[in-house]
């Protein structure tokens, strides 16, 4: 059966709760269950001298923002109000900021590099999260953080707390969906599909907000919208939906 607790949805960067579940995000707050969103990964980029060629790149496509980090928590407190959620910043850097390994595009979405204190950190702290019902990314795509994020969600999973997995958008849209993902998991996972139609106009408004990360999050020649758009309605014809995953044949939305 749905629980009815307070929901936790642990988001690695500031905008990957409004593209991957804001659909969901917004049915939940409109029938009086406002989720809390924590933006995990949210902490102060280093000085410019110290950024890597990526880390100066990446800058560069965001608009060489003064103070891009503080410009990416002001476009999330944005959405957070169009989707009717409150929201908390932990300090974590980013990977492009944290590790010297994660130096390209195809280091950053790969398996993380040595980072088991860390790990661990984050794993204490999700699990200091008593009484929610938590959401956690499935880390499709593969980005390194969303698979550190994933790795504490599943151990609290497994140890039975309430945990359920959404697919990481629009990675899911840009290939194959969660299918590759799911195979490189140690145990199944069951699906859980929310019709979000009434939820979707708070969803594009919200992503509406991250109004730095737009241009980068198209792909082979549709805007992050039209991926988007078309990914949902693949999972309810007709209408949208966003989908979750869980580790028992349990239903907690």
């Known amino acids: 059966m749905p629980a009815t607790g307070p929901f936790t949805c642990l988001s690695p960067h500031s905008d990957d709760a409004a593209l991957s579940c804001g659909g969901t995000l917004a049915l939940l707050a409109a029938t009086g269950r406002p989720a809390h969103i924590i933006t995990v990964f949210a902490g102060p980029a280093p000085p410019p001298e110290q950024l890597s060629p990526l880390a100066r790149q990446l800058h560069h496509d965001w608009g060489d923002l003064p103070d891009p980090i503080a410009h990416r928590r002001r476009e999330d407190a944005c959405a957070l109000k169009v989707l009717g959620c409150t929201g908390t910043w932990w300090s974590y850097r980013d990977a492009i900021y944290r590790h010297p390994a994660y130096d390209s595009p195809e280091h950053l979405f790969a398996p993380p590099a040595d980072e088991g204190p860390l790990q661990d950190r984050l794993y204490r702290r999700c699990a200091a999260l008593r009484g929610e019902i938590l959401l956690f990314p499935l880390a499709v795509g593969g980005h390194v953080d969303h698979r550190l994020l994933f790795r504490a969600g599943w151990r609290l999973a497994q140890a039975g707390r309430p ?91």
């Open 163 to 253: 945990v359920a997995f959404y697919e990481d958008l629009p990675y899911a849209a840009w290939g194959e969906g969660p299918v590759g993902r799911l195979a490189e998991l140690p145990a199944p996972l069951h699906p859980q599909t929310v019709e979000v139609e009434a939820g979707w106009p708070a969803k594009i408004a919200a992503v509406s907000c991250y109004s730095s990360q737009l241009s980068s999050l198209s792909h082979d020649g549709l805007t992050v919208f039209q991926g988007l758009e078309r990914y949902a309605s693949s999972i309810v014809p007709g209408g949208y939906g966003e989908r979750i995953w869980h580790l028992a044949e349990e239903r907690w939305i």
